[in-house]
């Protein structure tokens, strides 16, 4: 098991504080290293041993972020978590909620809306090697299913989170569920346990 250097831990969640607070307010690209250092309270020298620029430091984001939400919808065998539908939207929906600011923000902003993509596409692509695993599926059929589910959920917290449409959780819920599974049955089949 790797061990965990704190003082790095440490940088990286003040660093990464810094840059929700300053997406708040800047534009992406007036993002410096000194305005990003000085809001999380570090040295530059430090952000350098880390990282090569701002663009290095918000793709670990992306990572980090990816890596969480595949771990959602992959964490437990596709073929237990897709035959119990509302499973992976209640998780996603948890793990959004969590942090409700930033991710509404990045999501919906046009500015930080490249961050979203690079997201949706490791997503997808995590998501697409999790199906292939557990279903007899070629490339491109996996990647079709992951990309598509992957694509509607986002559309759908997009839709939900700017209000464009006037839904609350358990519509915003029912529909994703029948939107996905629909799309899903028709590359593969799932026994469905109705535990809505």
């Known amino acids: 098991m790797k061990k965990v250097d704190l003082r790095v831990q440490k940088t990286n969640t ?3 504080l810094a840059f929700r607070k300053l997406t708040r307010t800047t534009s992406y690209h007036s993002i410096t290293v000194k305005k990003l250092t000085d809001m999380a309270g ?5 952000f350098y041993l880390h990282y090569d620029s701002i ?5 670990t984001i ?3 972020i990816s890596e969480k939400l595949i771990n959602i919808i992959t964490g437990k065998p596709l073929k237990e978590t897709l035959s119990k539908p509302g499973y992976i939207f209640d998780s996603v929906f948890d793990f959004f909620e969590q942090s409700r600011d930033f991710y509404t923000f990045m999501m919906t ?10 997201v949706e596409s490791k ?14 599926l070629s490339d491109l059929d996996a990647y079709t299913c992951a990309s598509f589910l992957t694509r509607n959920t986002l559309m759908m917290f997009r839709l939900y989170n700017s209000g464009k449409v006037s839904i609350d959780k358990r519509e915003f819920r ?22 809505k």
Do not use: M
């Not at 663009?55 to 793709?59: E, M, R, T, V």
């Not at 998501?127 to 279903?135: D, I, N, S, V």
């Open 14 to 16: 003040a660093l990464q």
């Open 123 to 136: 997503v997808t692509e995590g998501f697409a090697k999790g199906l292939q695993e557990e279903f007899i």
């Open 174 to 195: 029912d529909r994703l569920i029948r939107l996905n599974t629909s799309g899903l049955s028709s590359f593969i089949a799932v026994p469905r346990k109705l535990n």
């Open 42 to 46: 570090i040295n530059r020298k430090t």
């Open 62 to 64: 992306v990572d980090e």
């Open 55 to 59: 663009d290095d430091f918000s793709n």
């Open 109 to 118: 902003s046009d500015e930080y809306g490249f961050l979203s993509k690079k």
